[in-house]
C-alpha cells in the first residue's frame, strides 16, 4: 500500500511540475524566505494576519484547530458508538476526524439554514478548537508513559523501506498542502466549491440556486468552506478542498 501511495503521488507531482513549467501557473518567488530587510515589515503584517506569509501560518492554524473540533467531537462520538469495545489509535484518529468532520458540516447546515453564517460562530467554534487541544494535549502528556512503549515498538518493526515510504509521503502530503499558497485554477473550486459558499455567505443563509445544480448536491465540503472563510481564511477553505 506505501508502495503505491508512493508511486502515485511522484507521478503525479512530477506531472504537476511538468504542467506548473508549461503553462506557468504558478509564480515561484525569487527566494523561499524573506530577506532580512522584510523582516520587520513581515512581522506587522503577521500581526495582523496579512501578506502572503501570514495568510499562510494563519491558514495552518486555522485548519489546526478545525482538525482539533474534529478529531476531538468526531471522539466523543466514536465512543458513544462503541461504548467498550475500543480500536487501535490510527483507526480511532482515523474515524474520529471523518466522525467529526461530518458533524461539524451538520453542524453549518444547521446554521446555514437558520440565516446563522456568523464569523463570530465561526471563531467560537475554532476557540472550542483551541480548548479541545489544550486538553488533549495535556491527556497526551500524563498517558505518554502507556503510550509510548508501544508506539515505539511499532516503529521498530517497520523495515527501512517502510520507514523510508512513511516519511516520503507525509513530505509529498506536506508539499501538497502548499498548494493553496497560488490562485487555484481548478474548475470544480471556482465553479462550486468556492463559490456556492461565497454565495451562502453573501445571502446569509443556505439557499438553493436554481442556476446552480451543484446546490442541491450535498453540501459537506461546502459547509466546512464555509467555516473556514467566515473565519477570514481562502488559505484554509484549499485546504479543506485539497483535502
Known sequence: AALGVFTYFTIDLFLKYLQARTMRRFQIP????????????????LLRAEGGYARSLYGYAVFGLMAAFFVTAGGKILRVILRADPLPFLQ???LSYLLGSLAASLLWMLLGTLGLLKPWIAFAMLAAGAIFLIQRFFHMKKEWPQIRPPLSSW????????KGSLLFIALILFLYSTNPVFYTLSSDALVTHL???????????LLIHPAHFHSYFPQNTEMLVV???????????????WG
Open 30 to 45: 525569487p527566494y523561499p524566505f524573506p530577506p532580512l530587510a522584510d523582516i520587520r515589515q513581515n512581522l506587522g503584517l
Open 92 to 94: 480511532t484518529f482515523s
Open 155 to 162: 516503529w521498530l518493526e517497520q523495515s527501512l523501506f517502510e
Open 195 to 205: 463559490t456556492l459558499p461565497n454565495y451562502y455567505i453573501n445571502e446569509g443563509g
Open 227 to 241: 467555516w473556514s472563510l467566515l473565519a477570514g481564511s481562502e488559505f484554509t477553505a484549499q485546504l479543506v478542498i
